[in-house]
């Protein structure tokens, strides 16, 4: 039997994509919605393609697309796309604990597959104990698992949007259903009191500089809250130091 099959046929691979399978009609959607506005973006089909497989990040591909069309220059482009995906050094440390263990490599192949859905799926089947995360022999197949079928139900879908870009009319609202989508996943991670914060500081600041150019709105809502996660986050460090230990 091939490593593969093996990897395949371990119950914890098949745990982690069926589990990873509740949120496929989502991402589907919000895959097919980053399809379409890539080529409507203006970008070739080819380009499109490579975008959709070399980037494997959907906010920051819906980020960076209107900044294209409006011809914003590069460093405000690569600016958005940075502050989009911050979040992803946070989820690094949170994975470390699980994966820092493997060779390099395997690690960077590890964070390139990884996205918000796979950290929630992963910290639900396995919550921390109480001395922290532990490592568990069914955790990478499990991971897997959940990154295959993810990577499916993302790129199958855009690629169908790339090659369907022309022919899909405008007036269908695909653009507002990917939106709906988006809020859908989004309030899955609004698991705590600073996430719910964050949020409607980054809706707030995000409408209140909407008149700004270049779609810079984008980049006012993400350091807006950050600020305000970071600034809760002290602030209930703060208190349970001055309640002193239970």
């Given at each position: 039997m091939t490593s593969a099959t093996r990897l395949l046929s371990h119950p914890d691979f098949r745990r982690g994509a069926?589990?990873?399978?509740?949120?496929?009609?989502?991402?589907?959607?919000?895959?097919?919605?980053?399809?379409?506005?890539?080529?409507?973006?203006?970008?070739?089909?080819?380009?499109a393609v490579f975008m959709s497989l070399a980037v494997y990040a959907g906010s920051a591909q819906l980020a960076a697309l209107p900044l294209l069309a409006a011809g914003a220059p590069m460093w405000v482009i690569w600016a958005a796309a940075f502050c989009v995906n911050l979040r992803f050094v946070i989820y690094s440390a949170q994975w470390r604990t699980y994966f820092g263990h493997l060779p390099r490599r395997q690690r960077m192949a590890l964070g390139f597959l990884a996205a918000d859905l796979n950290l929630i799926a992963f910290q639900r089947a396995y919550p921390s104990g109480e001395h922290g995360p532990r490592r568990e022999p069914g955790q990478i197949p499990y991971y897997l698992g959940g990154v295959a079928v993810l990577w499916s139900v993302w790129q199958l879908p855009s690629m169908l949007g790339i090659a369907l870009a022309n022919v899909i009319p405008t007036a269908w609202g695909l653009g507002f259903a990917g939106t709906l989508a988006m809020v859908g996943l989004t309030y899955g991670l609004l698991s705590d009191r600073s996430t719910w914060v964050a949020a409607v500081?980054?809706?707030?600041?995000?409408?209140?500089?909407?008149s700004l150019p270049l779609k810079l709105n984008i980049i006012v809502a993400i350091a807006a809250a950050v600020a305000a996660g970071l600034l809760m986050d002290q602030a209930e460090k703060a208190s349970r130091r001055l309640r002193g230990p239970a």
């Open positions: 069926r589990e990873m399978l509740g949120m496929a009609p989502g991402i589907g959607a919000w895959g097919l919605v980053t399809g379409v506005a890539m080529v409507k973006g203006g970008l070739s089909v080819p380009l500081v980054a809706g707030t600041a995000a409408v209140a500089a909407f």
